[in-house]
């Protein structure tokens, strides 16, 4: 009796306890707790797609079809992605005013909310480009110059070289891009919209989205400079010299035209 009176009167016994006592707090902690959180994040995540669905059937549903599947008035949006609705609804293109060859920037008819909301639900139908993060478009630190090597090749055919905009084919255009959000920019290098190609993370990672958009804001930052004067769609010097010598030149045939008439009237009288 005296042996097991002492056991359970040993100093350790009550340290054992606690650590048992510990060990399952933690654990039901670690079965329950993310659940929880899991479960009303999904709930949030339901709830935003419910409400981008009724926003989606009062405003989209016409050109896009009931469930996105397209139409004759609009493509289909499944597989699209959040980028795209963000991008598309956030710049005031959609929804569109009339159709035509390229919807046009405007301002925004929907809050941001229901933008995200909106974006949820076309996200729901098929995967694609998720809205990025602040630190994945911001160009803070990024390498200008490096920037506008990738600028020149990949977009300029059609931005032109300072990003002013260009007419294409069929009544499209390259718009101007000042102006233009860090993360607007991002996302059409993701979805290319319009005739805009697409420009996933295999072909331009995340780094250099980064340095084109740092140099994008470098040549139409209020600090930039036109050491040409006029810069006649950002075409620099050369354009602003050819352009100058067209019209010289003119001027001169003109001249000349005049002064052959007038001396010919004059050697016939």
Avoid at 77 to 83: D, E, Q, R, S
Avoid at 164 to 189: C, F, N, Q, R
Avoid at 230 to 236: A, P, S, W
Wanted: hydrophobic residues 40%; charged residues 15%; aromatic residues 8%.
């Amino acid at each position: 009796m005296k042996k097991l009176s002492a056991r359970r009167r040993h100093p350790l016994a009550a340290l054992v306890v606690l650590l048992f006592a510990l060990a399952a707090t933690g654990g039901l902690y670690a079965a329950f707790a993310p659940a929880d959180e899991a479960k009303a994040d999904t709930s949030a995540q339901s709830l935003a797609i419910e409400e981008g669905k009724k926003l989606y059937a009062t405003g989209c549903s016409s050109c896009h079809g009931t469930g996105g599947q397209g139409t004759t008035d609009g493509p289909s949006l499944v597989g699209v992605g959040a980028a795209a609705v963000d991008f598309q609804v956030g710049t005031g293109r959609m929804p569109a005013q009339s159709p035509g060859a390229q919807a046009p920037k405007k301002p925004q008819v929907y809050t941001q909310a229901q933008i995200d909301q909106l974006a949820a639900y076309v996200a729901s139908l098929g995967p694609g480009p998720s809205i990025p993060t602040e630190e994945q478009y911001d160009p803070a630190g990024a390498d200008v110059a490096a920037g506008g090597e990738l600028f020149r090749t990949n977009c300029a055919q059609c931005h032109n070289f300072t990003g002013e905009g260009g007419a294409l084919t069929h009544g499209k255009y390259a718009p101007d891009l000042g102006g233009v959000s860090d993360k607007h920019i991002y996302e059409a290098m993701l979805h290319g919209p319009q005739n805009m190609p697409v420009f996933p993370d295999t072909v331009l990672p995340e780094k250099e989205k980064k340095e084109i958009i740092a140099y994008i804001n470098e040549v139409n930052g209020e600090n930039s400079e036109s050491p040409g004067g006029f810069k006649l769609g950002g075409f620099g010097p050369v354009a602003e010299g050819m352009f100058a010598w067209t019209i010289v030149l003119a001027l001169l045939i003109g001249v000349a035209v005049w002064v052959a008439a007038r001396t010919a009237k004059a050697r016939k009288s």
